[in-house]
């Protein structure tokens, strides 16, 4: 499906733009809320202890956090708008999304472990600890998207559907974990290259002059846990709340 999209979405643009009234340029920078949303999510989850060598191998039991966490990105976007109002349009560009988890205990590797996940000891080692871990992925994102712009005296509003395609470049477990002596412990944990991330996407701007200010909301159709332990009843996808800034070029 994602090869027949970006071959769609460049013949799409350069046809609707041979009867557009015109062409538009712009830059924008956004910050947002972003999280996990679905049964297997969770609000609180351990850190286990990955390796011997050093914390950095620590990682959470459960990282799809539903608590949000700070994210922001950076894009271009070109869009075609026709004399009767109608937008279409393709935006691109880089970001870095973070959910967070609040973290509640840490396991050492003083126990035997079943696969990666569950430990099992007849003494259980593990001691509380507080902190958090986000699951941080950066991704590159496009976002084609249809919409129509409403002319309010003398500011513009463009109400714009679409999509979000996010190409994961990498994603891992970062923060640190603190126990009762003061001890920090740091998670800093590559994982397994996240699914390409398709969400639904609602978007508006609002325009004076060149500037606007943009708000989205974006819910995930991407499954992060399908082939998570073997088990396709685990399910966790993501929802993302943006809010930028536009600077418009053309």
């Known amino acids: 499906m994602k090869k027949y999209l970006l071959i769609l979405i460049p013949l799409m643009l350069s ?5 557009a009234q015109k062409l538009e340029v ?6 947002g809320l972003f999280h996990f949303a679905g049964k297997s ?3 609180t989850t351990q850190v286990l202890q990955g390796s011997t060598a050093g914390s950095a191998m620590d990682y959470a039991n459960d990282p799809y956090g539903n608590k949000n966490g700070f994210s922001y990105g950076a894009s271009i976007q070109a869009q075609t708008v026709s004399k009767g109002g109608f937008i279409v349009g393709l935006q691109g560009g880089y970001e870095l999304l973070r959910s967070k988890v609040e973290v509640n205990k840490y396991t050492p590797i003083t126990s035997v472990l079943y696969g990666d996940y569950l430990p099992i000891a007849a003494n259980d080692p593990s001691f509380a600890v507080t902190g958090h871990v986000a699951f941080q992925s950066q991704s590159i994102n496009l976002n084609p998207y249809f919409g129509y712009r409403f002319q309010l005296n003398k500011v513009k509003l463009d109400i714009l559907p679409g999509m979000d395609i996010g190409l ?6 970062k923060g640190e974990v603190k126990d009762k002596d003061g001890k920090i412990y740091k998670v800093n944990r590559e994982r397994t290259k996240a699914p390409t991330d398709v969400r639904l996407r609602l978007g508006a701007v609002a325009s004076y002059g060149r500037y606007g200010l943009n ?3 974006a819910h995930g159709l991407t499954n992060y846990m399908k082939n998570y332990i073997g088990d396709a009843s685990f399910n966790a996808h993501s929802e993302y709340f943006r ?4 600077y418009r070029l053309l």
Not at 15 to 19: A, I, K, V
Not at 168 to 173: A, F, G, K, M, Y
Not at 243 to 246: D, Q
């Open 243 to 246: 809010l930028g800034l536009s």
């Open 26 to 31: 712009s830059v924008q920078a956004n910050t």
């Open 215 to 217: 708000a989205s909301f």
């Open 15 to 19: 046809g609707l733009q041979l009867c």
């Open 168 to 173: 994961i470049l990498d994603s891992r477990d």
């Open 41 to 43: 999510t969770t609000a």
